[in-house]
T-cell receptor, first 113, second 109 residues
Framework: DVKVTQSSRYLVKRTGEKVFLECVQDMDHENMFWYRQDPGLGLRLIYFSYDVKMKEKGDIPEGYSVSREKKERFSLILESASTNQTSMYLC????????????FGPGTRLLVL | RKEVEQDPGPFNVPEGATVAFNCTYSNSASQSFFWYRQDCRKEPKLLMSVYSSGNEDGRFTAQLNRASQYISLLIRDSKLSDSATYLCAFLGGGNKLTFGTGTQLKVEL
């Protein structure tokens, strides 16, 4: 069974803090994605990566950066957290070799005070 | 027009009922379509893929109508455990998924 794990289920940070959200997948998948999910807005793509050290901006990259140093790990970084970044953050992975769907981690609920 | 549109619901149905959701999409180049299920405060989980010929998995049937650009999900004999939010998604360029905002289903006794 495929598995995507995220470092924290719940996180509380203060405005201005630097925040790291970690995601690890054991599927040997090239593609990894970071989304945020907010009520009424659905899932919105922040950043994605098709390979190690590669990254692409999604639909809402402002205020975020990412790191992909190893194939299995994709990190989302909030350089200076703001209250409007309070959200549910979901990491996902997919196999580039086939036209396949994505598998999600359990999510991190981030509250920025 | 939004890329993907879903009726947010909620759809309140009695146990045993048949319920159907639609999801319209605007990108005619979309190749692959999916239905996800998301329980409250949990991650989306793949329910089923949607093929051109339609596909069925137990009580669940998914259909694709390319001409009218929508996909549908039919749930027969609804169970209490089917209560969840159902998200549609389509695969566009670059293996990127575009999601609908979801339809909430509540199955009641």
């Amino acid at each position: 069974d495929v598995k995507v794990t995220q470092s924290s289920r719940y996180l509380v940070k203060r405005t201005g803090e630097k925040v790291f959200l970690e995601c690890v997948q054991d599927m040997d998948h090239e593609n990894m994605f970071w989304y945020r999910q907010d009520p009424g807005l659905g899932l919105r793509l922040i950043y994605f990566s098709y390979d190690v050290k590669m990254k692409e901006k999604g639909d809402i990259p402002e205020g975020y950066s990412v790191s992909r140093e190893k194939k299995e790990r994709f990190s989302l970084i909030l350089e200076s957290a703001s209250t409007n970044q309070t959200s549910m953050y979901l990491c996902a992975g997919s196999d580039r070799r086939v036209q396949e769907t994505q598998y999600f981690g359990p999510g991190t609920r981030l509250l920025v005070l | 027009r939004k890329e993907v549109e879903q009726d947010p619901g909620p759809f309140n149905v009695p146990e045993g009922a048949t319920v159907a959701f639609n999801c319209t999409y605007s990108n005619s180049a979309s190749q692959s379509f999916f239905w996800y299920r998301q329980d409250c405060r949990k991650e989306p989980k793949l329910l089923m893929s949607v093929y051109s010929s339609g596909n069925e998995d137990g009580r669940f049937t998914a259909q694709l109508n390319r001409a009218s650009q929508y996909i549908s999900l039919l749930i027969r004999d609804s169970k209490l455990s089917d209560s969840a939010t159902y998200l549609c998604a389509f695969l566009g360029g670059g293996n990127k998924l575009t999601f609908g905002t979801g339809t909430q289903l509540k199955v009641e006794l």
